[in-house]
């Protein structure tokens, strides 16, 4: 029902910046909040910053406050994930994630997912 493709990823020096972009397509209207995640080698998928239309909120893990801002454009179905002052620790394959419901720490959807390297 909804398909999501990220983009924007690669290696990038400490310090530096990024912007990650998730377009979506399908049945997007269904969807009620958008966020992004993060997975290591060896490690779980973290959780790193959504929004809400429902709730009318934004969130980000304490590890990226301040560093990182998910935006989105309603009129290209685009969310983007705006990476500042990368550090090595950031570097993970970073997933585009939807609800339909107002939580998207439940995601019903996911993208395949883009490759960030910081390097230090």
């Known amino acids: 029902q909804v398909q999501l493709v990220e983009s924007g990823g690669g290696l990038v020096q400490a310090g530096g910046s990024l912007r990650l972009s998730c377009a979506t397509s399908g049945r997007t209207s269904i969807v009620h909040s958008m966020g992004w995640f993060r997975q290591a080698p060896g490690k779980e998928r973290d959780f790193v910053a959504a929004?809400?239309?429902?709730?009318?909120?934004?969130d980000y893990a304490d590890s990226v406050k301040g560093r990182f801002t998910i935006s989105r454009d309603n009129a290209k179905k685009m969310v983007y994930l705006q990476m500042n002052s990368v550090k090595p620790e950031d570097t993970a394959v970073y997933y585009c994630?939807?609800?339909?419901?107002?939580?998207?720490?439940?995601?019903?959807?996911w993208g395949q997912g883009t490759q960030v390297t910081v390097s230090s």
């Open positions: 929004f809400s239309w429902t709730g009318g909120s934004t």
């Open positions: 994630a939807a609800s339909r419901s107002g939580r998207v720490g439940v995601p019903d959807y």
